[in-house]
């Protein structure tokens, strides 16, 4: 498996328009736009940082994953996204090493990448993404 860099920061907010506020009017962060992923049930905004971004998630849906992580957990960081060479070979790769994974076969994310997800059971309770773009 080739990763090629951190591609995003993951981070669960009530509200994009809040978080906006401080990503880009404090920090100074270039606001990309939003998306919304009616698959994940989540809005996307993306602020770039060097080579990597930060990515705001808002949940459109009570019952989707980001609203059960704030739920659990609060606001804040709720993944680590890697950019991978091939994600279908990552996947491979991983699945026989013993890693447990929540998607056994990438899907569409944001801005039309594809995503994975590992469980936080096998990562030492991080979720990591994988990406291709």
């Known amino acids: 498996m080739q990763i090629l860099k951190i591609d995003h920061l993951g981070i669960a907010v009530n509200s994009i328009d809040d978080g906006k506020n401080f990503w880009s009017d404090v920090l100074g962060l270039p ?7 009616e698959a ?13 971004e930060v990515e705001l998630l808002e949940s ?14 609060g606001q804040g960081i709720q993944h680590v996204a890697f950019r991978v060479a091939n994600i279908e070979e990552a996947l491979a790769e991983l699945k026989a090493k013993g890693i447990r994974l929540i998607d056994e076969k990438p899907r569409m994310g ?20 994988l990406c291709e773009r």
């Open 40 to 52: 994940q049930k989540v809005t996307t905004a993306f602020f770039p940082v060097g080579e990597s």
């Open 31 to 37: 606001f990309e736009g939003a998306e919304t992923v």
């Open 110 to 129: 944001a801005g039309g990448a594809k995503i994975a997800f590992l469980h936080p059971k096998a990562t030492n309770g991080v979720l990591v993404e």
């Open 60 to 73: 459109t849906s009570p019952d989707g994953p980001v609203a059960k992580y704030i739920e659990k957990r």
